[in-house]
């Protein structure tokens, strides 16, 4: 079984300062983990993904996440807030070995509101 | 990573009719993902679709309600069935081709009225 709570519905930064959206996971195997964001009336764009390689994981947009296996925490940060990040951002955890062919679950998604 | 064309982008329909959502894949892959996005709501996971057999639903989906189709490694399709407004959301199909990780469709949104 596999779940992941995003901490925040909702968060609010003014542009240039920092971002971080809080997620924390459950899952039964070692779990592959991603970022992804979906900008209003667009599809869902991959931001970033962890599969137990290194546990800080660079993405696109200046985006990083750290896997933290101690506290099943996999946050997403960002040194400087942009306007064009505003948009709803999902924290997804697949669990088990076979890569590809297994399930997603989403956590109930972050709106982040950048403050001109 | 793979991309997926995805039809139609949005449609509004009758109650108690059908519509039927097709993606296309421009890569092989084993496994399709159809999910729903409930207006406001994160995505939820309808169904597994497996080429040559049947797709596995999870909790609270049924075959009779959102039959899938998955005749190659390139194609699927989601139909839902008699449709009420309860069913207006957004529908998405998803493929892992390999190590990318796990690409969408633009999406379905669909309004029942």
């Known amino acids: 079984a596999q779940s992941v709570t995003q901490l925040d519905s909702h968060v609010s930064v003014s542009e240039g300062t920092p971002v971080l959206l809080r997620c924390n996971y459950s899952?039964?195997?070692?779990?592959?983990l991603f970022w992804y964001v979906q900008h209003p009336n667009k599809g869902l764009q991959l931001l970033l993904k962890y599969t137990s390689a290194a546990t800080l994981v660079k993405g696109i947009n200046g985006f990083e996440a750290e896997f933290k296996k101690s506290e099943t925490s996999f946050h997403l940060t960002k040194p400087s807030a942009h306007m064009s990040d505003a948009a709803e951002y999902f924290c997804?955890?697949?669990?088990?070995?076979?890569?590809?062919?297994?399930?997603?679950?989403f956590g109930t998604g972050t709106r982040l509101t950048i403050i001109p | 990573s793979a991309v997926i064309s995805q039809k139609p982008s949005r449609d509004i329909c009758q109650r108690g009719t059908s519509l039927t959502i097709q993606c296309q894949v421009d890569?092989?892959?084993?496994?399709m993902f159809w999910y729903r996005q409930q207006p406001g709501q994160s995505l939820t996971l309808i169904a597994t679709a497996n080429q040559g057999s049947e797709a596995t639903y999870e909790s609270g989906f049924v075959i009779d309600k959102f039959p899938i189709s998955r005749p190659n490694l390139t194609f699927s399709t989601l139909t839902v069935s008699n449709m009420s407004p309860e069913d207006s959301s957004i529908y998405l199909c998803s493929v892992s081709p390999g190590t990318y990780g796990y690409t969408f469709g633009s999406g379905t949104r669909l309004t029942v009225v």
């Open positions: 899952s039964s195997y070692s779990p592959s």
């Open positions: 997804v955890v697949s669990g088990g070995t076979n890569f590809g062919n297994e399930k997603l679950t």
């Open positions: 890569s092989q892959v084993t496994m």
